[in-house]
């Protein structure tokens, strides 16, 4: 990694950054797009194809009338027109994980188009306009051969076509101005909404680290929001929340570089590294050619209104819907469910919430000691290896007096490197409060005798400085102790 | 509609047709032609007849979401020039930086 970077606040200070998403979802159909073949992530290559996903001759798609449907009620959700009459497309290139060297897509005549989602962060709305969704298959999964895994020195590459003929879903946003430094932010919120939209529809599983949801990144500068759009990087590969926030501020502060050097941006595709940078891929220089034209395997797909209208009745109550509902039950501030929603973790939250912990504790521990986890191990909430009953559990124990705050924190430590269940953590470590107000009295005689003239402030009525033997005491019973109690028997001694 | 010998070359390109300066200049003309030939359509087709991409007119042909058996995984591959653990081998992939 060689880019040279601007400071964050310093590009942000001259230039207006445009943003640009593309997001792939799979969809959870039983069977893949054009073929009967069944659509499941992983298992042995190349068990799951056929004639039609391994594009051989003379095979024929058929369109799967489920992957029709979702896409129309996926549609519909982003408040989009759905088309009354649209076709597939061939979108021509070579790669080998693509058997028939087209991929079917569509071109200028998408599924559903002119759509809108308004999203709420840090108390004002941004509305993201979304240009098209659009029905496509994936392609099949490389793997390349050689020491770094990487294509540019594999020796050759081996293909697994389970995967191809999946159904995707693309969602395109016209860009996006007016979010200047929030614009890693938004980009992150956005995604995180489409993946609870796409999870109260039921049409897909949005699993980013297994490839079901897809973000590509594209983002431009501008020295002020009335200039033209600049030059675009397409950032691919992004697959959590955190990286589309990390890779976007990475691509801001290498582009304001660029332009502050006076230089010029390059239109390309760029590659994220989860280690914090990007490196450029495929230059955009020489635009795409792909030689898109109807595909004549496949006759349109004509949506009546009558069933566009049917599948309308079908929408889920909607996460904005859900969210306002849940942020009425549980009684949070507009900010703290904002939180909790741009956190992915409202249905972690919901179900701590199902297993006994009050919405308080609940949000608590997800938005603090495991988010801080979370982000230390570079993965999303839901990835950590608790799961929302158990931190139920946890706080149940809190509430008993069994364990204390800090106790509990080494609690989830326990559970989370696999230690079993809280109880058996508490049992196991031995993670008991000292109730027993003889061992406490005993540790706090110690200290005091230990701490003279701390003592002595004390009893001149200098109450603050209890902290410092609090601190003792609890460090001397390896925090053991619940620290109310220990401050009474302290104050009592020195009254 | 002039094609030029340019425009050949690109098109070779993108089809992944090695063509020399000789094929290209001698094809120019050659397809020049055949968009001429094909053209003529539009001249017989009066503004009430709509483009059309296909030879049917029908719309929605779907089938249900229903999973039918895949070929066995040994049959696919045997069709293969090369494989290595259960997956096609393929050459080593150029024009890509990373």
């Given at each position: 990694?060689?880019?040279?970077?601007?400071?964050?606040?310093?590009?942000?200070?001259?230039?207006?950054?445009?943003?640009?998403?593309?997001?792939?979802?799979?969809?959870?159909?039983?069977?893949?797009?054009?073929?009967?073949?069944?659509?499941?992530?992983?298992?042995?290559?190349?068990?799951?194809?056929?004639?039609?996903?391994?594009?051989?001759?003379?095979?024929?798609?058929v369109?799967?009338?489920?992957?029709?449907?979702?896409a129309?009620?996926?549609?519909?959700?982003?408040?989009?027109?759905?088309?009354?009459?649209?076709?597939?497309?061939?979108?021509?290139?070579?790669?080998?994980?693509?058997?028939?060297?087209?991929?079917?897509?569509?071109?200028?005549?998408?599924?559903?188009?002119?759509?809108?989602?308004?999203?709420e962060?840090?108390?004002?709305?941004?509305?993201?306009?979304?240009?098209?969704?659009?029905?496509?298959?994936?392609?099949?999964?490389?793997?390349?051969?050689?020491?770094?895994?990487?294509?540019?020195?594999a020796?050759?590459?081996?293909?697994d076509?389970?995967?191809?003929?999946?159904?995707?879903?693309?969602?395109?946003?016209?860009?996006?101005?007016?979010?200047?430094?929030?614009?890693?932010?938004?980009?992150?919120?956005?995604?995180?909404?489409?993946?609870?939209?796409?999870l109260?529809?039921?049409?897909?599983?949005?699993?980013?680290?297994q490839?079901s949801?897809?973000?590509?990144?594209?983002?431009?500068?501008?020295?002020?929001?009335?200039?033209?759009?600049?030059?675009r990087?397409?950032?691919?590969?992004?697959?959590?929340?955190?990286?589309?926030?990390?890779?976007?501020?990475?691509?801001?502060?290498?582009?304001?570089?660029?332009?502050?050097?006076?230089?010029?941006?390059?239109?390309?595709?760029?590659?994220?590294?989860?280690?914090?940078?990007?490196?450029?891929?495929?230059?955009?220089?020489?635009?795409?050619?792909?030689?898109?034209?109807?595909?004549?395997?496949?006759?349109?797909?004509?949506?009546?209104?009558?069933?566009?209208?049917?599948?309308?009745?079908?929408?889920?109550?909607?996460?904005?819907?859900?969210?306002?509902?849940?942020?009425?039950?549980?009684?949070?501030?507009?900010?703290?469910?904002?939180?909790?929603?741009?956190?992915?973790?409202?249905?972690?939250?919901?179900?701590?919430?199902?297993?006994?912990?009050?919405?308080?504790?609940?949000?608590?521990?997800?938005?603090?000691?495991?988010?801080?986890?979370?982000?230390?191990?570079?993965?999303?909430?839901?990835?950590?290896?608790?799961?929302?009953?158990?931190?139920?559990?946890?706080?149940?124990?809190?509430?008993?007096?069994?364990?204390?705050d800090?106790?509990?924190?080494?609690?989830?430590?326990?559970?989370?490197a696999?230690?079993?269940?809280?109880?058996?953590?508490?049992?196991?470590?031995?993670?008991?409060?000292?109730?027993?107000?003889?061992?406490?009295?005993?540790?706090?005689?110690?200290?005091?005798?230990?701490?003279?003239?701390?003592?002595?402030?004390?009893?001149?009525?200098?109450?603050?400085?209890?902290?410092?033997?609090?601190?003792?005491?609890?460090?001397?019973?390896r925090?053991?102790?619940?620290?109310?109690?220990?401050?009474?028997?302290?104050?009592?001694?020195?009254? | 509609?002039?094609?030029?010998?340019?425009?050949?070359?690109?098109?070779?390109?993108?089809?992944?047709?090695?063509?020399?300066?000789?094929?290209?200049?001698?094809?120019?003309?050659?397809?020049?032609?055949?968009?001429?030939?094909?053209?003529?359509?539009?001249?017989?087709?009066?503004?009430?007849?709509?483009?059309?991409?296909?030879?049917?007119?029908?719309?929605?042909?779907?089938?249900?979401?229903?999973?039918?058996?895949?070929?066995?995984?040994?049959?696919?591959?045997?069709?293969?020039?090369?494989?290595e653990?259960?997956?096609?081998?393929?050459?080593?992939?150029?024009?890509?930086?990373?």
């Amino acid at each position: 990694m060689t880019d040279r970077l601007l400071d964050y606040d310093e590009a942000l200070a001259t230039f207006d950054p445009v943003l640009g998403l593309e997001v792939h979802v799979e969809l959870n159909t039983a069977s893949k797009m054009f073929c009967g073949c069944a659509n499941v992530f992983g298992g042995e290559p190349n068990t799951r194809t056929c004639p039609v996903c391994l594009g051989l001759p003379g095979s024929l798609p058929v369109v799967n009338a489920k992957a029709i449907e979702s896409a129309i009620r996926v549609g519909l959700a982003l408040n989009c027109t759905i088309a009354p009459w649209c076709r597939f497309a061939r979108k021509n290139y070579f790669y080998p994980d693509m058997t028939k060297d087209f991929q079917t897509s569509q071109y200028d005549e998408p599924i559903a188009y002119d759509g809108w989602v308004d999203l709420e962060l840090d108390g004002e709305t941004y509305r993201i306009e979304i240009e098209r969704a659009h029905m496509e298959e994936d392609a099949g999964k490389l793997t390349h051969a050689g020491a770094s895994g990487r294509i540019g020195d594999a020796e050759y590459s081996l293909v697994d076509y389970n995967r191809a003929g999946t159904p995707l879903i693309e969602i395109v946003t016209r860009p996006i101005t007016g979010t200047g430094a929030k614009a890693p932010q938004v980009a992150k919120a956005y995604v995180a909404f489409l993946r609870e939209l796409m999870l109260s529809l039921g049409v897909s599983d949005v699993r980013m680290e297994q490839g079901s949801l897809r973000c590509d990144a594209n983002i431009s500068l501008r020295p002020s929001s009335t200039s033209p759009l600049g030059l675009r990087t397409e950032t691919k590969n992004v697959n959590s929340l955190r990286s589309i926030e990390a890779a976007l501020a990475y691509e801001i502060r290498r582009q304001a570089a660029v332009l502050s050097s006076g230089g010029r941006v390059t239109q390309e595709t760029r590659h994220w590294h989860e280690e914090g940078y990007t490196t450029p891929g495929r230059s955009k220089e020489q635009a795409e050619d792909y030689r898109y034209f109807p595909e004549p395997d496949l006759v349109p797909v004509a949506p009546s209104a009558a069933w566009v209208e049917e599948l309308r009745a079908t929408l889920p109550e909607l996460p904005g819907i859900r969210a306002a509902r849940l942020q009425a039950e549980w009684g949070f501030t507009d900010a703290e469910l904002q939180d909790v929603v741009n956190a992915g973790a409202l249905d972690l939250i919901e179900a701590t919430v199902a297993a006994g912990a009050t919405p308080a504790a609940a949000r608590k521990w997800w938005l603090t000691e495991l988010a801080r986890r979370a982000n230390e191990a570079g993965i999303e909430l839901a990835e950590l290896a608790i799961t929302p009953a158990q931190v139920a559990a946890v706080q149940a124990l809190v509430d008993a007096g069994t364990v204390n705050d800090k106790l509990a924190r080494q609690v989830i430590d326990g559970v989370l490197a696999g230690e079993g269940e809280p109880a058996a953590v508490v049992a196991s470590r031995g993670l008991v409060v000292v109730s027993d107000d003889g061992a406490l009295s005993a540790a706090v005689d110690a200290v005091i005798a230990a701490n003279p003239d701390v003592a002595a402030k004390i009893r001149d009525g200098k109450l603050q400085a209890a902290g410092a033997l609090i601190g003792a005491v609890m460090k001397d019973l390896r925090g053991q102790a619940d620290a109310a109690r220990v401050r009474e028997l302290i104050l009592e001694r020195l009254a | 509609m002039a094609i030029t010998a340019a425009e050949v070359a690109r098109l070779g390109e993108l089809a992944r047709i090695r063509l020399t300066a000789e094929e290209t200049e001698t094809l120019a003309p050659q397809l020049e032609v055949i968009l001429a030939a094909v053209a003529t359509v539009s001249e017989v087709a009066g503004d009430d007849i709509p483009p059309t991409s296909h030879a049917l007119d029908l719309v929605n042909v779907f089938r249900a979401d229903e999973v039918q058996p895949s070929l066995p995984a040994e049959a696919v591959l045997a069709a293969a020039p090369a494989t290595e653990d259960g997956r096609f081998r393929v050459p080593r992939i150029l024009g890509e930086e990373q």
